[in-house]
């Protein structure tokens, strides 16, 4: 008996593996689940993942999504912010939604566009992964090539840089060269628990600014 997709019921913090799925198959189950649903999506060469997030980490999410923000206008670099939007490039057999990412250095050359083609296009230049629910895959972003990948487990953020094809773990991030990202952002993460969002944000934009100054 072949179950239907509205069959599948993925409970909130689990992730289901359904291997053996070809690249058309991939495509229609991302045109019937559409774009307004809570679940993500991965495949990688057959094998499809569907992880249903917990509320703790849509806020780790949007938090760290809003620190890159501030970072970004501190340092003056335009940039465009996809949240997690589908990418996927059948000539690599590969698909990913992050949790969010961002176009930075390859801004300019998606401006302005309403959809991205990665076999034309290049992929965001940062992806951000919460890792409080399952443990994200490197295949599908190593075959999609984006340069640098930030993993947050829910104490500690890992930074991943792209070199001959493979991510090297790295303290040292290759878009913000100069600051200490990865003790920095799981500082004003934890504060944002006690003092709050927005106290959080204004102490975070002050520290960057004297960071730059000096």
Known sequence: MLLELNQLIVRAGHQLLIKDVSWSAYKRILAELGDNRSSRIGYSQGMLEIMAPWPEHEVAKVLIGDLVKVLL????????SLGSTTFNKESMDAGVEPDDCFYIQ????????DRINLETDPPPDLAIEIDITSRTRFNNYQALRVPELWRWNGSKLEINVLFDEKYVKSNISSIFPNLPIYQVIPEYLMLSKTNGR????KAFRACIRQQISS
Not at 198 to 201: G, H, L
């Open 73 to 80: 206008e501190e340092l003056d670099l335009e940039f465009w």
């Open 106 to 113: 390859n801004e300019a050359r998606i401006r302005g566009k």
């Open 198 to 201: 927005n106290t959080t944000m």
